[in-house]
Structure formats: C-alpha cells, structure tokens
C-alpha cells in the first residue's frame, strides 16, 4: 500500500504482460502468414492457369495418300484427292492440348502407275472415301498461345487414337462398285473367310506446324500417318481365289473385279492360289493438310488481344 492507502502496481509485472500478450499475437501471426501466402499462390496459379487455356476452332482443307499393295513404299504419292474436315481443340497450357477432329480422306491408286512389273501386270485399281473421327494429345515445341504476339510460331508432336470407316470401290466403265460385298478374293464364299470389317481403329501420329495470323486466328500446316490394323483399303490382301467359284457364289461382277491380269501367270486362266497382294502386311494411311483456326472462348485481358 502507498503512502496514502493507495495500491501500489507492480511495473514489472505490467511490462512482462504485455510483451507476453505481443508475443502470443506474433505466435497467432507466424501461422496466418504461411496461409495467406498459399492463398495468393493459388491466386496466381489459377489466374494464369485461365490466363494459358483457350479453345478453338478450325477447318482443313488438304489431301491423303495411302501405303500398301498398290503403293507399298511411295510417300506422296498416288492420285491425289481434296479432302476436308474440321475440329475443336482445348489448349490446357501453351505447350500442351487435347484436339477431337472428324476428317473425310479420299484415296485412289492403280497398279498401272507403278514402277514394279508384277504390280503393273496385276492391273488393279480402288477407291477409297475414308471418314475418321479422331482425339489427339498435341505437344508443342515451344510456348504458344493463339492470338499472343510474343507467341506467333511453333512446331508441335501429335498422336491419339481413331475410329475410321471405310469402302474401296472399283470402276467398270462410269460406275463404280462396293469391293466388300462382291468378296473379290473369296470371303464368304466356300472359297474364303468371312468378309473384312469396314470399320476400325488406328493411331494417328504427326508433326506440324502453328502460326497466327491475328488475335483471334491462325493457320495450321499438319502431315500425320494412321497406323492401322486392315489389310483392305484397297481390297487387296492375299490370294486369288477360285474363278469358277467367285462367279457361281458371288456373280460375274466379283470374277470381273478380282483378276484383270495382263499376262497369266504360267498360262493358266484361273489364279487360284496365286499371290494377289501380301498377306500379313497391313495397310496404312496419310493426311496432310492446311487449317484455319479461330478462338471461340473469351480471350484473356491482355493487351495483346484487346
């Protein structure tokens, strides 16, 4: 007590609560702050994670050719037809994407235009009008995003996987005639199996390129290669089968479309047995083509798209 009865305060153990009191905001401090620092990187990665994502939207236009019987080795080569097609593509980052596109691919080949003499002796020929819809992972060489000016070109890798449909075709005259229902090499007839499946997987694969134009476009050059699992775009696969059985078990149109030799091998009129294509090697086909793409969502605020 004080000299007057009044009570005396310790200032020592005023100070000491307080710093104690300090202390315990700086301990509630030292765990707010890691949070908000998580808080602000999350922040960050998803505005730039909106900032990198886009989708577009093109339309091709280009060619295809084909390798097998008919064109067992020739890159770019054949009968070239216009193609067309179209797609839509999710760019998650600027250097990865998912495409979904559909694709109608023509092919037409004839044995007269090759170099090998057995070939051209065989004297086939076919059309095909193949329609392939497809989704592929694209994997660009270098940071790009459409639209950005810093980001113009790039190189990109593409693969996925596809489900295509199919039908060759052969001429007599102006017409032309579904192959697989006429069992040219003796599906199913007494003569072969059953006939070939016209639809089927593969797996794209390819290289292009990707260059814009403006804020909202570009253009895309892209060569790719399908990997199938058919021997029978062009009709093409094995043997010959029997002359005689093809014309009382499928009719005279399937005899007329299976042999059209120029010279008989051995002198014999019926080729039964006698190699027609090369069994065991499957057919394959290319597409290359120029597409104009354009962005279809709401582009980032920057000031290179504004």
């Known amino acids: 007590m004080g000299a007057k009865g009044i009570p005396m305060v310790d200032k020592k153990v005023g100070v000491n609560r307080v710093e104690a009191t300090n202390l315990d905001n700086m301990h509630h401090w030292r765990f707010l702050i890691p949070f908000a620092c998580l808080l602000l990187m999350a922040g960050t990665t998803h505005a730039q994670r909106k900032f990198e994502t886009s989708k577009t939207m093109g339309f091709t236009a280009g060619t295809g050719y084909y390798l097998g019987e008919m064109n067992p080795y020739g890159h770019f080569k054949g009968r070239l037809q216009p193609g067309f097609g179209g797609f839509l593509r999710f760019n998650m980052t600027r250097r990865f994407g998912i495409r979904a596109s559909l ?51 790039t190189g990109y890798l593409f693969t996925g996987l596809s489900l295509y449909s199919h039908m060759p075709e052969a001429q007599i005259g102006d017409l032309w005639y579904e ?3 006429l069992g040219t090499e003796g599906q199913g007839t007494s003569a072969g199996g059953q006939r070939y499946a016209t639809t089927g997987f593969a797996v794209p694969f390819g290289f292009g390129f990707k260059l ?8 895309n050059l892209e060569w790719g290669m399908r990997r199938t699992w058919t021997d029978h775009l062009d009709d093409v696969s094995g043997y010959y089968a029997s002359i005689a059985v093809l014309e009382e078990e499928a009719g005279p149109l399937s005899e007329d479309l299976s042999e059209a030799r120029i010279e ?13 294509g090369y069994n065991g090697l499957d057919d394959r086909f290319a597409v290359m083509n120029l597409s104009f793409t354009f962005r279809i969502d709401k582009s980032p605020t920057t000031c290179w798209d504004r």
Do not use: C
């Not at 008989?264 to 027609?276: A, H, I, S, T, Y």
């Open 264 to 276: 008989k091998e051995g002198g014999l009129q019926d080729p039964v047995g006698q190699m027609r």
């Open 179 to 181: 192959l697989q229902p």
């Open 103 to 153: 694709n109608r691919t023509v092919l037409l080949y004839h044995d007269a235009d090759s170099n090998d003499p057995w070939i051209v002796n065989r004297n086939l020929h076919f059309r095909n009008a193949i329609t392939e819809g497809a989704v592929v992972a694209e994997f660009n060489y270098t940071r790009y995003q459409i639209g950005n000016t810093k980001d113009r070109f």
């Open 212 to 219: 814009n134009l403006g804020h909202f476009s570009a253009l």
